[in-house]
Structures are given as C-alpha cells and as structure tokens.
C-alpha cells in the first residue's frame, strides 16, 4: 500500500496497525450500517404512529380546564415574633432618629443665617463708621494744609499725627509696633541736617 499522496489513509494505516491487537475485525458485522428500505419504511411508520397518539393525547387534553377552584398556596415565611418585635422597634428608632437630625439640621441652618446676618450688619456698620472716620481725618488735613501753617516746624511730628497710634486697632492687620517706635522716637529727638 502506498499511502504517501494522502497523508490521512496514511495516518489510518499506522492507527490501524498499532490498534490491531485491541480491535478485532471480525467481531464487527460488515452489515451492521447497511439498511435495506424495509428498514426505513418500519421505522417511519412507527414515528407515524407515536405523532398519532401524541396528537390524540393533545386532543383530549385540550378540552380540560387546568384551572384549580381552590387556591394555590404558597409558604409564608413565619418570622418569629421576638425578630418582627425588634424589626418594628428598630424601625420607630431609626425613624425616630432622622426626624431629630432633620430638625437639628434646621435649626443649624437657621443659626448659620442668623450669625451670617449679624456678621454682614456688624461689617457695614464698621465700614460706614471707618469711611466716616476717614472723611473727618481727610478733612482736618486739608483744612491744617490750606492755612499754610503747621502747627509745628518738626515734620516727625506731623508724621506722627496722620498715623494712627492706638493699639486698638483692627485685628486682622499687620502689626506696626515698630514703625510706631520709630516714627515717635523721631519726633521726639529729631535728626539734625549734617551740611
């Protein structure tokens, strides 16, 4: 046998050869596969018959009502009663508790505006109060300017009078102490001119 133009007789043979101690020719009928139409008709006309008895079988289930008069019934979890307790129990306290955050959460919020508007009125007032301040401090200037005498011949001393000493100043500024040590130290012993 030259098997070497189709590889898969080829690998046939070599399977056959291995295997032949396993597998016995003989014991396989050599017509075990071949069917006659005899064949064909007996197992068409048994198929014939169980479609005819499935389809009487359909006929006379049509006519029955598969609907039950007495209600089907399902299996109700049963809870027991210490757990459906606490389940309520909990559920009135969980509720309990949202209702007091809401209401915390009201007031807050209230409180919040309140402090809001107290802060934006108590900064108005400030305001207006400094933009007076400062119109007043504006207009005694021009007005020590416009006369053309000064009270003094030192101008550390009229330094010092535009700046404003007290230590009650505003809390968010800058602290001067320094610059104020300065500005009096020069108007009390002020520098001479050296020519």
């Known amino acids: 046998m030259d098997f070497s133009d189709d590889p898969a007789a080829d690998f046939l043979s070599r399977e056959r050869e291995q295997l032949g101690d396993l597998i016995n020719d003989d014991e396989i009928p050599a017509n075990e596969f071949n069917m006659s139409n005899d064949d064909f008709e007996l197992i068409n006309n048994e198929i014939n018959q169980a479609d005819s008895q499935a389809n009487d079988l359909a006929d006379d289930l ?3 009502s598969f609907i039950s008069s ?4 399902t299996e109700e ?3 027991p ?3 459906r307790i606490w389940t309520e129990n909990t559920k009135k306290m969980l509720e309990e508790k949202d209702r007091l955050e809401q209401e915390a959460r009201e007031a807050l919020r209230e409180s919040a505006q309140k402090e809001l508007d107290d802060w934006k009125n108590k900064y108005t007032e400030q305001l207006e109060k400094t933009k007076a301040m400062n119109r007043t401090a504006e207009e005694e200037f021009r007005h020590s300017d416009t006369n053309g005498t000064t009270e003094s011949k030192n101008v550390w001393e009229s330094i ?3 700046c404003d000493f007290s230590s009650k ?3 968010n ?5 320094r610059i104020r040590q300065i500005f009096l130290q020069m108007k009390t012993a002020p520098t001479t001119k050296v020519n």
């Open 169 to 171: 100043g505003p809390k």
């Open 81 to 83: 009663e210490k757990i």
């Open 62 to 64: 049509s006519g029955m």
């Open 173 to 177: 500024t800058k602290d001067a102490t």
């Open 160 to 162: 010092v009078n535009l």
């Open 70 to 73: 007495q209600p089907i019934k």
């Open 77 to 79: 979890k049963v809870v």
